[in-house]
């Protein structure tokens, strides 16, 4: 990975320590920080796995897994090697091959740390070399991370229709989301799509993002949009993607929808497979709707995410509220195209 990237990052990421015991960890590579990572948890009564493509395994990797009881995959890395893992620690050389597991990871819920790239990690094994001077953001921020004023960052208080929040200005943040410790902030998002006259006819989004302040009080922000022709999935992908874009730091989630197009598509493994067939279904079908989905699973790297399906129309808050959003939203005179992307 870019370890100049990782510097610059190092200053708005704020490391999720975890407690790695009694935890399938999978640490993927052979080399030095591989080997460093298994000495590191081999004394935590973890069940330990190690990935590595090397042929014949080295010597001192061999040796290691021998005497702590580590399970050794040698084979090419598939996505498969993740589903039984809590945690997994990637340390291999080839950025395209951690990129891959870093998106495997998040569509499948799994913690990743990647050592000297706290932009792409959930967790540190260690803390931090900076335990004092912060620096300033890549992105130009006016305001360098700070312990006071990191945990204010998690969600940008801009207009709802403008779906690129700047994080560069302070004074668009909103109260402190705070998490247990250093945890990362805890959210709960509520969205909803609809359409009328699916698919010609006009459409639009809503979004309810709530969070538990550190002064103790529940605060809520709502997103909303409509469009002039679209379609119902169409709505319901961007209302997620609205909700997500608009947070600016990672964040711990639990996102709420009526829609089982959205929630199976992670929660059933949907976008492994298209991802894996290059965005095609049976029959080498394209995917439909793929330029959202890119655009949502963009939006979710950062995070981890817990995907729940809710009962339309059925009385829960959240959902009735988002509905209304949407439904307002498509019946303004406030309407957008919706120009898939190429």
Known sequence: MNNSHADQNRGTYIPFYVDLSEKKILVAGSGPAALKALRTLSASGVSLFCLTDSDPVPPE??????????????????????????????????????HDIFISCRTLGIRICVPGDPSHSDFFLEAPEETSAQTPSSRGSSCPETPENSSARAISGQDPQNLSPDPSDCSKDIDNAAGPGNALPELTIYTDGSARGNPDGPGGYGAVLEFRGRDGQVHTREYSQGYRKTTNNRMELMAAIAALEALTRPCSIDLW?????????????????????????????????????????????????????????????????????????ADSGNLIDDIPAE
Request: some cysteine; overall charge negative.
């Open 61 to 98: 990797l061999s040796a290691l897994c021998a005497a702590e009881a580590v399970t050794i995959l040698n084979k090419t890395y598939e996505r498969e090697d993740l589903y039984d893992m809590d945690y997994v620690i990637c340390c291999l050389n080839d950025p395209r091959t951690v």
């Open 257 to 329: 929808s009526d829609s089982q197009y959205l929630i199976k598509a992670f929660n059933d493994h949907w976008i492994d497979g298209w991802i894996r067939k290059n965005w095609t279904r049976a029959g080498n079908e394209p995917v439909k709707n793929a330029d959202l989905w890119k655009r949502l699973l963009a939006a979710a790297a950062p995070h981890r995410i817990r995907w729940h399906w809710v009962k339309g129309h059925d009385g829960n808050p959240g959902n009735e509220r988002c509905d209304e959003l949407a439904t307002s939203a």
